[in-house]
């Protein structure tokens, strides 16, 4: 089966400006994650949907970044505006259920903020 | 505060020899823990959760509560184990370790 899909692959904009990532899951999937990967740090949740709802958003930074999965299928991540500090790579997971059941992961998006 | 500790940031060890991966945790509840592993250019995916007690490509990790410790081993290391592997501590979501480059060096 198809993994998850995100888009775009990389991303290089100037601090103030926006900018939206897209994740795709996999098909079937109820439960679709965020990430946040500083270099040289593991991955850190920003947001966990099931379905179309927020489970846990408490580690997203509100005044910048919001997501939506409209329908429970895919989703988008915007940061709006960018600081320096946000460069990182996003990733975006789904998994079946919950938190116990494997994440898969996307390739990934890293984003350089200039 | 939950917390996943992997003490070392490369690990780096001749082809055939014992492999330690250090992992650490901190949390008051009943622990799930797991590996998971990134190859070069290849997506981040779950090599082993503590709960289903497997040896995935010859990899174990077993949880001692007392130490607080989930330490992934393999006995003899292989080229195509060289990668990076995270630690990872189950609450109501994932809290993963910095991680720990592994080099296999023939």
């Known amino acids: 089966e198809a993994g998850v899909a995100q888009s775009p692959r990389y991303k290089i904009i100037e601090k103030r400006q926006s900018v939206a990532f897209w994740c795709n899951p996999i098909?079937?999937?109820?439960?679709l994650y965020w990430y946040q990967q500083i270099l040289g740090q593991g991955p850190k949740l920003l947001i966990q949907f099931q379905n179309n709802g927020v489970v846990d958003d408490s580690q997203l930074p509100k005044d910048r970044f919001s997501a939506e999965r409209l329908k429970g299928v895919d989703s988008t991540l915007k940061i709006q505006p960018a600081k320096l500090e946000d460069s990182a790579v996003y990733l975006c997971?789904?998994?079946?259920?919950?938190?116990?059941?494997?994440?898969?992961f996307g390739p990934g998006t890293r984003l350089t903020v200039l | 505060a939950q917390r996943v500790t992997q003490p070392e940031k490369l690990l780096s060890v001749f082809k055939g020899a014992p492999v330690e991966l250090k992992c650490n945790y901190s949390?008051?509840?009943?622990?799930?823990l797991f590996w998971y592993v990134q190859y070069s250019r290849q997506r981040l995916q779950l090599l082993l959760r503590h709960i289903s007690r497997e040896s995935i490509k010859g990899f174990t990790a077993d949880l001692n509560k007392g130490e607080t410790s989930f330490h992934l081993k393999k006995p003899f290391a292989q080229e195509e184990d060289s990668a990076m592997y995270y630690c990872a501590l189950e609450t109501h979501k994932l809290v993963f370790g910095a991680g720990t480059i592994l080099r296999v060096k023939s």
């Open positions: 949390y008051s509840g009943s622990p799930e």
């Open positions: 997971a789904s998994s079946l259920g919950g938190v116990s059941n494997e994440q898969f």
């Open positions: 098909s079937g999937h109820a439960t």
